[in-house]
Nanobody, 127 residues
Framework: QVQLVESGGGLVQAGGSLRLSCAAS????????MGWFRQAPGKEREFVAT????????TYADSVKGRFTISRDNAKNTLFLQMNNLKPEDTAVYSC????????????????????WGQGTQVTVSS
């Protein structure tokens, strides 16, 4: 069983920055693609960013390109999301997830490709 625990959320003014962390259990972390998703009240969960299991390839939603950076530290089984120049529309619960596949160069935008999810951390951006 895989466990994912997010941290680093909070309240920040527009234009500010936050760094989210996702601590993952399991010895196979380094081989799996990982992603960040977010969900605001009354809205569907949406893709934010993903990083491939191997090769370090990254993909971002258009709404966060140039502002967010996804990265990973395989030695520490930790996934990160650096969020800069935050906007009020970024307000949401942010969740990390592990993809269903290991040892792949591919990146996955769709939630259906992920099988383990954290409970999320709240990010609130005030104007």
């Amino acid at each position: 069983q895989v466990q994912l625990v997010e941290s680093g959320g909070g309240l920040v003014q527009a234009g500010g920055s936050l760094r989210l962390s996702c601590a993952a259990s399991g010895r196979t972390f380094s081989n799996y693609g990982m992603g960040w998703f977010r969900q605001a009240p009354g809205k569907e969960r949406e893709f934010v960013a993903t990083i491939s299991g191997i090769g370090g390839r990254t993909t971002y939603a258009d709404s966060v390109k140039g502002r967010f950076t996804i990265s990973r530290d395989n030695a520490k089984n930790t996934l990160f999301l650096q969020m800069n120049n935050l906007k009020p529309e970024d307000t949401a619960v942010y969740s990390c997830a592990r993809s269903r596949f290991s040892g792949s160069l591919s990146t996955y935008r769709e939630a259906n490709w992920y099988d383990y999810w954290g409970q999320g951390t709240q990010v609130t951006v005030s104007s």
